[in-house]
């Protein structure tokens, strides 16, 4: 079978000669006796032998990988790891319980990424050597990448568990091996987590595996984003680009779950600020304002709803958000009916943050505002001449986003008030811009506003027959026959 395509349950069918490495002495008679109760066991009276002795089988399943180098044997204890942390993920503390103060947790599922013919040897004599850091960043580059496919995903799933649960001391987070007195050099967390987003990054560029490879990297980021050293790794790896196009609506399970894993890093990298700096310059920002209103699983509503709270009062993301019309959207998911507490909250604060960016924006940028969302009305800017001269030019942006926009409510809007304004503010374009006229002609308005001209509203009528004399005469002899 393709060892890519293997899974836990397949492996742990295998039948796996304790004895003999007893009798070959990888093993010890304690080991032996431990494996016997809990090897061919049903998952509830594993889960008892755990319970009442977890950190004794830890030691056996890290001293297996340590020192046996069958891949068929590496493969099951990681599949045995891999099931006991899958039913239990608070089962990971084990492995920093106290009584193993003396073992290197981490460097086994480091080496278990070697292949059996990759110069074991030559890796042996590294272990014995005297570890500078130029050895040690090898020890992390080199063996991330050399086990088969489910080696190297069983070990990064499971590393990136047990580094998260390592125990908290109040001057930050304790490293592997300090809260021992042994002198034996172990492997940094420094190191292991580098190794590990280096090895994240890859797959994210170049899977690995064509289904599996992106999943579990992004499953592990979810997992490790919360560590300082993780995020600024992965920025300085230029690792946040990679995130981008995943953010995407979905519809299968699988992919749903992708999405949101995703969307929970982005989250974790909103309270880093280098990353912020780098999802202010990329199309994250569209990309989870399109997830959150497309989307109906609350938990991806919840985490993009929580990112987008972080993020809007940084920088020219609240401006960005009222420009995608990110508060109409929000009023509508308040109206729907949500499980979760925090997102109703996170929602309530975020429409008052957007509320108040509205607030703050300029005569233009709330113009732009409710053109953008389709709600003209007779505002006070739309027959100020001050406005239309100071601001003319920003009628040029984005391609003339703003005109377009006005020409097509004149063909989807059937408001009569939207209407009018629509085609008062194209007039007032071609009597303010030196070019107004041209531009507006480029843009096929003439056919649009003309057919307005027959409208049954009289105040759609009137707006419409100005727009249409500016076009044809002139704005100043438009003005004069207007008087």
Not at 353 to 358: C, D, P, R, V, W
Request: hydrophobic residues 40%; positive net charge.
């Amino acid at each position: 079978m393709d060892r890519a395509e293997l899974t836990t349950d397949q492996v742990l069918k295998r039948d796996i000669p304790w004895e003999t490495y007893m009798t070959t002495k990888l093993i010890t008679g304690t080991c032996l006796q431990l494996l016997r109760r809990y090897d061919n066991r049903s998952e509830s009276q594993r889960a008892v032998l755990l319970d009442d002795d977890g950190p004794a089988y830890v030691r056996v399943f890290v001293s297996i990988l340590r020192d046996i180098f069958k891949e068929e044997t590496v493969e099951y204890v990681l599949a045995l790891i891999d099931e006991m942390l899958t039913a239990n993920p608070k089962r990971a503390k084990l492995f920093h319980d106290k009584s193993l103060a003396n073992e290197d947790t981490y460097e086994p599922f480091l080496i278990c990424r070697v292949n059996i013919w990759y110069g074991v040897q030559t890796f042996l004599c590294c272990l014995e050597a005297p570890r500078p850091q130029k050895v040690k960043i090898m020890l992390c580059k080199q063996l991330l990448w050399k086990g088969n496919w489910f080696v190297q995903e069983k070990s990064c799933k499971i590393l990136a568990l047990i580094v998260s649960a390592r125990p908290k001391t109040q001057d930050g987070v304790l490293s592997n091996g300090e809260s021992s007195n042994s002198k034996k050099k172990f492997v940094t967390i420094d190191d292991v987590l580098r190794g590990l987003v280096e090895w994240l990054c890859a797959q994210l560029k170049k899977p690995s595996h064509p289904t599996r490879g992106i999943a579990i990297a992004i499953s592990c980021l979810a997992t490790l984003l919360k560590e300082p050293l993780v995020r600024s790794s992965f920025v300085q790896a230029d690792g946040v680009k990679l995130l981008i196009p995943l953010i995407s609506p979905a519809s299968t399970q699988q992919s749903i779950q992708l999405l949101y894993e995703t969307c929970l890093c982005v989250w974790l990298l909103s309270y880093y600020e280098p990353a912020i700096e780098y999802l202010a310059t990329s199309r994250t920002l569209p990309r989870l304002v399109e997830v959150v209103k497309s989307s109906t699983k609350e938990k991806v509503v919840r985490v993009v709803v929580l990112t987008l709270k972080n993020l809007l009062s940084k920088g020219a993301f609240g401006a960005q958000m009222v420009d995608l019309g990110l508060l109409q959207i929000v009023q509508s998911l308040k109206a729907q009916a949500w499980s979760d507490e925090d997102l109703m909250e996170a929602l309530n604060q975020l429409d008052e943050g957007l509320k108040a960016n509205i607030k703050k924006l300029s005569s233009f940028d709330k113009y732009k505002q409710e053109v953008l969302l389709g709600h003209l009305d007779w505002t006070p800017v739309h027959k100020d001449p001050m406005f239309w001269r100071d601001n003319i030019s920003n009628f040029e942006e984005n391609d003339f986003q703003i005109l377009r926009v006005l020409i097509t409510i004149l063909d989807t809007s059937s408001d009569p008030r939207a209407l009018a304004v629509a085609c008062f503010d194209l007039s007032q374009f071609i009597q303010y811009h030196p070019a107004g006229r041209v531009i507006v002609n480029d843009l096929k308005a003439k056919e649009r506003v003309m057919k307005l001209m027959n409208h049954e509203n009289a105040e759609v009528t009137k707006n419409s027959l100005l727009c249409i004399q500016r076009l044809f005469l002139g704005a100043k002899y438009a003005s004069f026959l207007q008087a």
